[in-house]
C-alpha cells in the first residue's frame, strides 16, 4: 500500500506553498528520512522528507503552488529487482587511485568513462569514503571525485553532501550566455523572493527611514584577529570575526539608546528588555535574516558560534521559521560582496538596522599627522517616527568608539582606565 506524502505546515497564517525544487526523479528509490523536495513559503524555504524506503511517485510538479496538507507524492514497495539493484550498489567500493601523467595511457584511454575516469584523476593521497547511496548518486550524476574529495577531505560522505556539492557547482555554472540572438529567460519567482519583495516596498512607504553615517577605523580589531586568532580557534573551534565585535558593540550601545531597539505596534511604542540580533545572510534563494536570541547574554566565543551555526543552515537551505522570528536590531555586512557604503532598509518592525562595509587602506588624519589606516563606513538606518536624529547619531559613535577601542566593551562601555582609578 502507498504512503502519501503531503505538504507539512511551516507556521501558523500560512495556508499555501510553492514546490521548488524536486531532489528526486520520479520512479527513484528513496530511503527513510531521504529529503525528496524543497518547499518554499513566503517566511523560510525547508526540506521534505520522507517516512519509510520505497519507490517514489511524484503527483505535483515543480515551481506548482499547492495547500499545506496537500498530497504531492506516494512513496510505495520496493520491487525484488530494485532490491537486487540496491545490493549491487552497495557492495560497489569506491576508492581513488593514484594520479596518472598527461601522457599516461590511462588518462588517454578513449574507452574510460562515467565515475572511472573522474576516479583516475584523483590525487594519491585522496581516498574518498562514502556511503552505499552517496556511491550510487556518485554513479549516476558522474561526480567529478577529485573535487568533491578537496570539498571534504577526510570525510566520510553521506547522500547530502554530495547532492549539496552538485547544486552549488550548478549554481557556480548558471551562467546567461549573451549570443547576439533576441532570446529571453522567463521563470516564476519563488514565494520568498515575492514576500521579499511586498515586506522591501512596505517599508518604504510605511516608514520615515533615514540614514546617517560614520567610518570606523578597524586597526585595533585587526590586531586583535592577528594576535589571538590561532589560540582562539583552537580553544573555541571557530576563527574570530567582525560581526562579533559588531554584534557586541551593538549590545552595550542598545543599552545606552533603548530607543533604537523599539519598535512601533499601532499607536503603542515596545521597548524590549532584551536584545534579539538579526543578522543578515545571503542564501541561495535569497537573503534570511536569523537571530541571535538574548544576545545581550552571549560571550564574543558564543556569538561566533551561533552566526556559524545559522549561516550554515541559511546556506544548505535548512533555515527555520523559528530561525528567523523576532529580532530587535539587525546587522548586514555587504562588505563581504565589496561594497563602500550603502543604505541598509529596515527589517520590519524593527526600527533600525546597521550596515557595514568594505575595509580600505585610506588617509586620515590622527594627531595632527596623515596616516594610512585600515577604514570602514558605516551605516544606521532608522525609522525616524520611532528615533530622533540625535539618538541615531549618538547611538551610531558609541559603535565606533568600543569598535575603535574594544577594550571598553569587557567594562561595558565604560573606561578601562578610569575603571581601574576608582573614577
Known amino acids: ?33 531521504q529529503e525528496i523536495v524543497e518547499i518554499d513559503s513566503d517566511k523560510a524555504s525547508f526540506p521534505v522528507t520522507t517516512p519509510e524506503d520505497g519507490i517514489i511517485k511524484i503527483l505535483v510538479s515543480e515551481g506548482e503552488t499547492v495547500a499545506v496538507g496537500a498530497v504531492i507524492a506516494t512513496i510505495g514497495p520496493q520491487t525484488g529487482q530494485d532490491e537486487n539493484s540496491k545490493t549491487k550498489i552497495q557492495n560497489v567500493n569506491i576508492k581513488t587511485i593514484p594520479a596518472q601523467p598527461a601522457s599516461s595511457p590511462v588518462n588517454q584511454a578513449a574507452g574510460v568513462s562515467g565515475i572511472s575516469k573522474e576516479i583516475g584523476s584523483a590525487p594519491a593521497a585522496a581516498v574518498l569514503h562514502a556511503s552505499p547511496l552517496a556511491r550510487k548518486i556518485l554513479e549516476d550524476k558522474k561526480v567529478n571525485v577529485q573535487d568533491l574529495s578537496n570539498a571534504y577531505p577526510g570525510k566520510k560522505l553521506t547522500r547530502k553532501d554530495i547532492e549539496s556539492f552538485i547544486s552549488l557547482k550548478k549554481e557556480s555554472s548558471a551562467t546567461i550566455t549573451y549570443s547576439g540572438s533576441r532570446e529571453i529567460d522567463r521563470k516564476k519567482m519563488t514565494t520568498l523572493r515575492m514576500k521579499l519583495a511586498e515586506r522591501l516596498v512596505s517599508v518604504k512607504n510605511q516608514t520615515a527611514m533615514l540614514t546617517t553615517f560614520n567610518e570606523v577605523n578597524m586597526q585595533a580589531i585587526l590586531k586583535i584577529r592577528e594576535k589571538y586568532g590561532e589560540s582562539f580557534r583552537e580553544r573555541f573551534g571557530v576563527g574570530v570575526g567582525f560581526m562579533s565585535f559588531f554584534t557586541k558593540a551593538v549590545i552595550i550601545a542598545l543599552k545606552e539608546f533603548p530607543q533604537v531597539n523599539s519598535m512601533l505596534d499601532g499607536d503603542e511604542l515596545i521597548t524590549p528588555r532584551f536584545v534579539d540580533i538579526g543578522i543578515a545572510v545571503s542564501a541561495p534563494k535569497g537573503l534570511v535574516v536569523p537571530v541571535l536570541r538574548n544576545a545581550e547574554m552571549m560571550s564574543i566565543s558564543e556569538i561566533e558560534l551561533r552566526i556559524k551555526e545559522l549561516a550554515g543552515k541559511a546556506r544548505d537551505n535548512r533555515i527555520t521559521i523559528d530561525d528567523m522570528k523576532g529580532g530587535t536590531f539587525t546587522i548586514t555586512n555587504g562588505g563581504v560582496f565589496g561594497s563602500m557604503m550603502s543604505t541598509p532598509i529596515l527589517n520590519p518592525p524593527q526600527s533600525a538596522i546597521l550596515g557595514m562595509h568594505k575595509i580600505q587602506d585610506r588617509p586620515i588624519a590622527i594627531n595632527g599627522q596623515v596616516v594610512i589606516a585600515p577604514m570602514m563606513y558605516v551605516a544606521l538606518s532608522y525609522d525616524h517616527r520611532v528615533i530622533d536624529g540625535r539618538e541615531s547619531v549618538s547611538f551610531l559613535v558609541r559603535i565606533k568608539e568600543l569598535l575603535e577601542e574594544p577594550a571598553k566593551m569587557l567594562t561595558e562601555g565604560l573606561d578601562p582606565v578610569k575603571l581601574l582609578l576608582d573614577l
Open 1 to 33: 500500500m502507498a504512503t502519501e506524502i503531503k505538504v507539512p505546515s511551516p507556521g501558523e497564517s500560512i495556508t499555501q506553498v510553492q514546490l521548488a525544487k524536486w531532489l528526486v526523479s520520479d520512479g527513484e528509490s528513496v530511503e527513510k528520512d
